[in-house]
């Protein structure tokens, strides 16, 4: 089955420097990687989404790109803000006919944004 | 459109016990997926259900099964309780057609 690698598990930076977080992913017929924010004691949240028919995608600060052939993709947060701190969920599952598969997800990364 | 709501938030069980959670996804969507959380596991998926059927299932023991009902809403159930299923079980509904999940707040269950 599918298996989805998150580095680092712990990220530290200052407000307003970036973030980068990195998931790889092991089933090559995977084409659906969205990313998650957790806030402590509350539910997950879908930040931004990507297709396997797209390289990139933007969303304001946020963006996160994907290398299909290296099956790897990556969250950017630009300009960081004290309230971007929670856990943050990779995860990669294949879409097919309309069919809804199961999520994988990494285990998560745990960024803090120090004022 | 109100959101996925999970009943009851809070459970403790003793080992042994059997303990049933409800989810109700957003209007309109079909499909219903559970996943538990701990903090050594992570999120793991349990198993999905669409029009009251299930079609995918994760790596959990038999004591996990789970149903969906005609109106969508699902409920899971784990028998013979054990302790290392204490955890928050989060249901995630979604149209169907397109694989963009919405969470429920979870129940987080305590076994004793």
């Known amino acids: 089955g599918e298996n989805v690698e998150q580095h680092p598990s712990t990220l530290s930076v200052q407000e307003g420097d970036s973030a980068v977080i990195k998931c790889t992913y092991s089933d090559s017929a995977s084409n659906y990687f969205p990313w998650y924010k957790q806030e402590l004691g509350k539910r997950p949240q879908l930040i931004i989404d990507i297709r396997s028919n797209v390289g990139e995608k933007k969303d304001q600060r946020i963006a996160v790109t994907l290398n299909k052939t290296a099956k790897h993709f990556s969250l950017h947060i630009t300009e960081t803000q004290p309230e971007d701190s929670a856990v943050y969920f990779c995860a990669a599952s294949m879409n097919s006919g309309g069919s809804n598969y199961k999520l994988t997800f990494g285990k998560g990364t745990l960024l803090t944004v120090n004022p | 459109k109100a959101g996925v709501t999970q009943t009851p938030r809070y459970l403790i069980k003793t080992r042994g016990q059997q303990v049933t959670l409800s989810c109700s996804p957003i209007s309109g969507h079909r499909s219903v997926s559970w996943y538990q959380q701990t903090p050594g596991q992570g999120l793991q998926f349990l198993f999905e259900?669409?029009?009251?059927?299930?079609?995918n299932k994760g790596n959990f023991p038999g004591r996990f099964s789970g149903r969906q009902f005609s109106n969508s809403r699902s409920e899971m159930n784990v028998s013979t309780l054990e302790l290392g299923d204490s955890a928050l079980y989060l249901c995630a509904s979604s149209y169907g057609n397109n694989n963009e999940q919405f969470f429920g707040p979870g129940t987080r269950l305590t076994v004793l």
């Open positions: 259900y669409f029009s009251e059927t299930q079609r």
